[in-house]
């Protein structure tokens, strides 16, 4: 598929839940492409002024991020997941592209069973939402390289799962404007298998020496 150019670029507004390393970098780059994005939720709102100003964006309380969305990222600590959510209300109707790994608080184990997923537990405690799991396969490190070289054939390939296929036609719009193909990967079952693997990549990434340097390899595999 060759990449979309800009006048293809369907303009979305976008809520970003969560300014940390996921929700600033993947706001900056849909700033980019021309998407009306809004950053909220965070402890500092400074910070949130300071994205919103660095890429000509906005920011607001989660209910302003919420209104009228076309697509709302969330991108929060597993442990700040029901707040945020108590904020955000029922979401009935509105897609959600979630990038959450279900970690506790020392980010060393995942904290759902092997029989449910992060993903799946999501869609419970809203379950008017339109529930969509990605981003959580790839470390943020790569989305500026990958944005920078998104002309490029071939593209890394981005996992996309979630039970409605509505919700995952915005979602794989919103990878492809990253520079990622997206992968169909199934339903929201999925996550069950993906949330361990994106769990190593995390560690990875973050937590052995040397690791930046390895996870930059995953945005360079083809198929």
Same mark, same amino acid.
């Given at each position: 598929?060759?990449?979309?150019?800009?006048?293809?670029?369907?303009?979305?507004?976008?809520?970003?839940?969560?300014?940390?390393?996921?929700?600033?970098? +993947?706001? #900056?780059?849909?700033? /980019?492409?021309?998407?009306? $994005?809004?950053? &909220?939720?965070?402890?500092?709102? @400074?910070? =949130?002024?300071? +994205?919103? #100003?660095?890429?000509? /964006?906005?920011?607001?309380? $989660?209910?302003? &991020?919420?209104?009228?969305?076309? @697509?709302? =990222?969330?991108?929060?600590?597993?442990?700040?997941?029901?707040?945020?959510?108590?904020?955000?209300?029922?979401?009935?109707?509105?897609?959600?592209?979630?990038?959450?790994?279900?970690?506790?608080?020392?980010?060393?184990?995942?904290?759902?069973?092997?029989?449910?997923?992060?993903?799946?537990?999501?869609?419970?405690?809203?379950?008017?939402?339109?529930?969509?799991?990605?981003?959580?396969?790839?470390?943020?490190?790569?989305?500026?390289?990958?944005?920078?070289?998104?002309?490029?054939?071939?593209?890394?390939?981005?996992?996309?799962?979630?039970?409605?296929?509505?919700?995952?036609?915005?979602?794989?719009?919103?990878?492809?404007?990253?520079?990622?193909?997206?992968?169909?990967?199934?339903?929201?079952?999925?996550?069950?298998?993906?949330?361990?693997?994106?769990?190593?990549?995390?560690?990875?990434?973050?937590?052995?020496?040397?690791?930046?340097?390895?996870?930059?390899?995953?945005?360079?595999?083809?198929?």
């Amino acid at each position: 598929m060759p990449p979309r150019t800009s006048a293809q670029v369907r303009q979305m507004k976008i809520g970003i839940l969560g300014s940390g390393l996921m929700g600033a970098k +993947l706001g #900056r780059l849909w700033a /980019a492409c021309g998407h009306d $994005v809004t950053f &909220a939720y965070s402890r500092s709102p @400074a910070k =949130l002024e300071r +994205l919103a #100003r660095d890429c000509d /964006a906005a920011h607001g309380t $989660v209910a302003e &991020a919420v209104a009228d969305a076309d @697509a709302l =990222l969330l991108a929060v600590h597993w442990s700040r997941i029901d707040d945020v959510l108590h904020q955000a209300g029922d979401l009935a109707g509105t897609v959600v592209l979630n990038c959450c790994v279900p970690l506790d608080d020392s980010n060393t184990d995942i904290v759902v069973g092997m029989t449910t997923s992060g993903a799946e537990q999501l869609a419970r405690k809203r379950p008017k939402a339109r529930w969509v799991s990605c981003f959580n396969t790839s470390p943020s490190e790569s989305f500026a390289g990958v944005f920078a070289r998104k002309a490029e054939e071939p593209r890394p390939h981005l996992l996309v799962y979630g039970d409605d296929a509505g919700a995952k036609k915005i979602a794989g719009e919103l990878v492809l404007d990253i520079g990622f193909e997206p992968l169909e990967a199934g339903g929201l079952r999925t996550a069950r298998f993906v949330e361990p693997f994106a769990m190593v990549t995390a560690e990875l990434a973050y937590g052995q020496p040397g690791g930046p340097a390895l996870t930059y390899r995953f945005d360079k595999l083809r198929t």
